[in-house]
């Protein structure tokens, strides 16, 4: 199993923005596709973002649109998501998850970070 470590999460202020990134351990980081996803205190852990292995393929949740980005590079073992207009609800767990085809059900995903937190103050 791939080996993956979040960083990036901090403090910020409503309207700000936050990149996290997601380094991955081992030569096969381009063979997986990845996933992030958040988890609030006292919610379930949902969907926010995954890339395919050549970054072709990408999904969103509804509620990152236009405000996310997610991208990454295979030379660099690493993906990332680019946070923008950040909202209070977006304060978080943010975690990133590997598996061979995207996904957006974390049930999916058999390799995981330990995540960052993401706090969005009003």
């Known amino acids: 199993q791939v080996q993956l470590v979040e960083s990036g999460g901090g403090l910020v202020q409503a309207g700000g923005s936050l990149r996290l990134s997601c380094a991955a351990s081992g030569r096969t980081f381009s063979s997986y596709a990845m996933g992030w996803f958040r988890q609030a205190r006292g919610k379930e852990r949902e969907f926010v973002a995954a890339i395919s292995q050549s970054g072709v393929t990408i999904r969103y949740a509804d509620f990152v649109k236009g405000r996310f980005t997610v991208s990454r590079v295979n030379a660099k073992n690493t993906v990332y998501l680019q946070m923008n207009s950040l909202k209070p609800e977006d304060t978080a767990v943010y975690y990133c998850?590997?598996?061979?085809?995207?996904?957006?059900?974390?049930?999916?995903?058999?390799?995981w970070g330990q995540g960052t937190q993401v706090t969005v103050s009003s």
């Open positions: 998850a590997a598996r061979f085809g995207v996904s957006r059900d974390p049930a999916d995903f058999g390799s």
